[in-house]
């Protein structure tokens, strides 16, 4: 079994910051690509960003130049640093992770989510 449980969402001001937390536990043997994706009612799941085993980060148009994704593979958790934030930005966070879960296992995994709010 393996959980992905994120943290560190909450209520902010436009033009505010956040930092999301999601850590990883349970039985596997290595930890892949990790992400981060969000959806607001009504909206298509996004990808806001990714992060590859080797560091190698991407992002979406709409969060660049303020959000930053990183990795702690010691605490087996990955973060967003979310800068400048605008009510646009308000949504149900999601991370994700390529988990190896054996020698021929290897799946997604999704966190429950942590809901930010941003107002104006």
């Known amino acids: 079994q393996v959980q992905l449980v994120e943290s560190g969402g909450g209520l902010v001001k436009a033009g505010g910051s956040l930092r999301l937390s999601c850590t990883a536990s349970?039985?596997?043997?290595?930890?892949?690509?990790m992400g981060w994706s969000r959806q607001a009612p009504g909206n298509q799941r996004e990808l806001v960003a990714i992060?590859?085993?080797?560091?190698?980060?991407n992002y979406a148009n709409s969060v660049k130049g303020r959000f930053t994704i990183s990795r702690d593979n010691a605490k087996n958790t990955v973060y967003l640093q979310m800068n400048n934030l605008k009510p646009e930005d308000t949504a149900d966070y999601y991370c994700?992770?390529?988990?190896?879960?054996?020698?021929?296992?290897?799946?997604?995994?999704w966190g429950q989510g942590t809901q930010v709010t941003v107002s104006s």
């Open positions: 994700d992770a390529d988990i190896h879960t054996g020698e021929f296992g290897r799946r997604i995994y």
């Open positions: 349970g039985n596997y043997f290595s930890i892949h690509d």
């Open positions: 992060i590859t085993d080797n560091g190698r980060t």
